[in-house]
């Protein structure tokens, strides 16, 4: 057992430099994302420094990653995806994918909101896809004001201002792909 720990922890620091090159983020940029000082995090990946708890959390959630995937823990066979959900901003995020770079899966649930409500469209790299599951969505694409109902999905270049609001006074749900790099997701479907 104590051999399966040593070999669990020898392959953190490869996995950790693997998951920043992926993402193509230097060392400077995760410090100032983690809190966690340059030459630690280069310690880390060289192995010359052992993983502790304090030191994966910041940076699973930097990459997005449980900390399964950080330590790389034996796969079961098991496929079931036992991520936990993430909130933000009053935004339930349920990962559907666990594999560390491209497009990211979620099932995404808007608490109610407020028809007259207006949110600040905000810019970011990356490609987002949507499906709209339960509920109404509305969508704020540059000038667009999109309302879209269960059934309909729509694709943007996440550096348009948008912004996804719940009109509703029910909760709404979505499926929402996301390529962080500008991935793009390809639906190939035919029109009826």
Request: glycine residues 8%; charged residues 25%.
């Amino acid at each position: 057992m104590a051999k399966d720990l040593e070999t669990a922890l020898a392959a953190v620091g490869p996995r950790l430099r693997e998951l920043r090159r992926q993402r193509d983020i230097t060392l400077t940029q995760l410090s100032e994302s983690t809190g966690v000082s340059v030459s630690t995090l280069s310690r880390l990946e060289s192995g010359a420094r052992k993983p502790t708890l304090e030191l994966l959390l910041p940076l699973a959630e930097a990459y997005q990653v449980s900390l399964d995937d950080l330590v790389d823990a034996p796969d079961t066979g098991d496929p079931r995806v036992r991520a936990r959900p993430i909130e933000r901003g009053g935004h339930t995020f349920v990962p559907l994918s666990r594999r560390p770079g491209g497009p990211q899966a979620f099932k995404q649930i808007l608490p109610p909101g407020s028809p007259g409500c207006d949110q600040e469209q905000k810019t970011h790299e990356g490609y987002e896809w949507i499906y709209v599951l339960a509920g109404r969505v509305r969508l704020l694409l540059g000038d667009h004001d999109l309302m879209l109902t269960p059934g309909e999905a729509a694709e943007f270049d996440t550096r348009i201002p948008h912004a996804i609001l719940n009109p509703d006074p029910v909760p709404a749900e979505l499926l929402n792909i996301f390529g962080p790099q500008g991935e793009r997701v390809h639906v190939r479907a035919r029109p009826s």
